[in-house]
T-cell receptor
């Protein structure tokens, strides 16, 4: 158990819909990262938050957004969903002063 | 920009044989390098990491990797494969050149190598 939790574990929805994925980092970790894992793109960095502020952006679509709340949990919002958004979405957290990111179990999104 | 190349999307070995998973990286800053393992329907678990210091690093489950700057490589090895090692392995490089602070630290992953272990 990494200490990072993600909900829900599975999500099935339809094209055009909007979903929210939730992540709770390890206790005390201020940095949260979101990654997408798909068969065609592999594991890709989406976005990073540090103590409530956006720090870095990767290959994140404009239809996707994220935020980190005062209690440090983070949410990834995916809107106007397309079939190609079906993937496994991971959240990871990192403690300040340390190099390792600890990954949650992921949320598997299926868009039908 | 950073990149990682894992040679071989599938590697098959017999139980008890040497495991060698290859990883080459490209980085404009001193790299921090990681190997993660992903078992079916699970998240990524850290096997080992290189930041600074000793270039041969040991990880969990008997795995080790050697950082070779001249070859820009970070290959993962295990002397004797076990059935439980069957999984997908990812090499990753971080842009976190300095430990601490609010540096970005995003990971760039290789394409992954699926390890199959035969009895």
């Amino acid at each position: 158990d990494s200490g990072v939790t993600q909900t829900p574990k599975h999500l099935i929805t339809a094209t055009g819909q909007r979903v929210t994925l939730r992540c709770s980092p390890r206790s005390g970790d201020l940095s949260v990262y979101w990654y997408q894992q798909s068969l065609d793109q592999g594991l890709q960095f989406l976005i990073q938050y540090y103590n409530g502020e956006e720090r870095a952006k990767g290959n994140i679509l404009e239809r996707f957004s994220a935020q980190q709340f005062p209690d440090l949990h983070s949410e990834l919002n995916l809107s106007s969903l397309e079939l190609g958004d079906s993937a496994l979405y991971f959240c990871a957290s990192r403690a300040t002063g340390h190099e390792t990111q600890y990954f949650g179990p992921g949320t598997r999104l299926l868009v039908l | 920009a950073q990149s990682v190349t894992q040679l071989g999307s599938h590697v098959s070995v017999s139980e008890g044989a040497l495991v060698l998973l290859r990883c080459n990286y490209s980085s404009s800053v001193p790299p921090y390098l990681f190997w993660y393992v992903q078992y079916p329907n699970q998240g990524l678990q850290l096997l080992l990491k290189y930041t600074t210091g000793a270039t041969l690093v040991k990880g969990i489950n008997g795995f080790e990797a050697e950082f070779k700057k001249s070859e820009t490589s970070f290959h993962l090895t295990k002397p004797s494969a076990h059935m439980s090692d069957a999984a997908e392995y990812f090499c990753a490089v971080s842009d976190l050149a300095n430990a601490g602070g609010t540096s970005y630290g995003k990971l760039t992953f290789g394409q992954g190598t699926i390890l199959t272990v035969h009895p």
